[in-house]
């Protein structure tokens, strides 16, 4: 199955994505995970990603796309959870024609929705130590007393910068949902609100699995 998931920043995609790749026994692809991978397996494309990302610049699609391609001739050959990828139309319709190189096509999409109140909360109560890259959540998962001083907001966490990120979803990103429904891809949204086990277990009821 070649699974894309959509959804605002901080609605759950990587977390539901990962349970769903071991329920379904594909991989996810995100390509923030894809990039670093490859940067440090030192590969061709991973050396070229890497050139881009020290001179501030942005990844090209056409990278993306080629580390996307290496996924599919490999650990991805019989089926893949896309996580924000693609993030825009037109990178949309190269993952399609990709797909069709190899006889395949999107089967669904997951559209995973929360508001956007919801998402600045989660995403403005996230605290990283530093030391070990462990996650906390000044609500959900407080970081232990003897830690929480080291304990640190990343910048785009701030309120503002997720505003922002969710602005920037809205006008880029969301667009993909009209895309999917207008290909015929069947688009099942589901509320991204509730317990993590409650949302995968609707997921997996609308995937028929």
């Given at each position: 199955m070649?699974?894309?998931l959509?959804?605002a920043p901080?609605a759950?995609k990587?977390?539901?994505?990962?349970?769903l790749a071991?329920?379904?026994?594909?991989?996810?692809?995100?390509?923030?995970?894809?990039?670093?991978d490859?940067?440090?397996?030192g590969?061709?494309?991973g050396?070229k990603?890497?050139a881009?990302m020290d001179?501030?610049q942005?990844?090209?699609d056409d990278?993306?796309?080629?580390l996307?391609r290496?996924?599919?001739d490999s650990?991805?050959?019989?089926?893949?959870i896309?996580?924000?990828?693609?993030?825009?139309?037109?990178q949309a319709?190269?993952?399609?024609?990709?797909l069709?190189?190899?006889g395949?096509?999107?089967?669904?999409?997951v559209?995973?929705?929360v508001n956007?109140?919801?998402?600045?909360?989660?995403?403005?109560g996230?605290?990283?130590?530093?030391?070990?890259?462990?996650?906390?959540h000044?609500?959900h998962?407080?970081?232990p007393?003897e830690i929480?001083p080291?304990?640190?907001?990343r910048?785009?966490?701030?309120e503002?910068?997720v505003?922002h990120r969710?602005?920037?979803?809205r006008e880029n990103t969301?667009?993909?949902v009209?895309?999917?429904?207008q290909?015929?891809v069947?688009?099942?949204t589901?509320?991204?609100?509730?317990a993590?086990?409650a949302?995968?277990?609707?997921?997996?009821?609308?995937?028929?699995?």
């Amino acid at each position: 199955m070649d699974l894309v998931l959509l959804g605002a920043p901080g609605a759950g995609k990587g977390t539901q994505g990962a349970l769903l790749a071991t329920r379904l026994g594909v991989p996810k692809i995100a390509t923030g995970d894809m990039l670093r991978d490859a940067v440090r397996q030192g590969t061709e494309l991973g050396l070229k990603a890497k050139a881009v990302m020290d001179a501030g610049q942005l990844v090209s699609d056409d990278i993306v796309l080629g580390l996307v391609r290496e996924r599919l001739d490999s650990d991805a050959a019989a089926g893949a959870i896309f996580d924000g990828y693609p993030r825009n139309v037109a990178q949309a319709r190269s993952l399609e024609g990709l797909l069709a190189e190899v006889g395949r096509r999107i089967d669904a999409v997951v559209y995973i929705d929360v508001n956007d109140d919801d998402i600045v909360r989660r995403m403005s109560g996230r605290r990283t130590d530093p030391e070990t890259g462990v996650v906390y959540h000044q609500e959900h998962n407080p970081p232990p007393a003897e830690i929480a001083p080291r304990c640190i907001q990343r910048p785009d966490d701030v309120e503002e910068t997720v505003r922002h990120r969710l602005e920037v979803y809205r006008e880029n990103t969301a667009p993909l949902v009209d895309h999917y429904r207008q290909a015929g891809v069947p688009v099942h949204t589901v509320d991204g609100g509730g317990a993590i086990d409650a949302v995968q277990s609707e997921i997996l009821g609308l995937l028929g699995r």
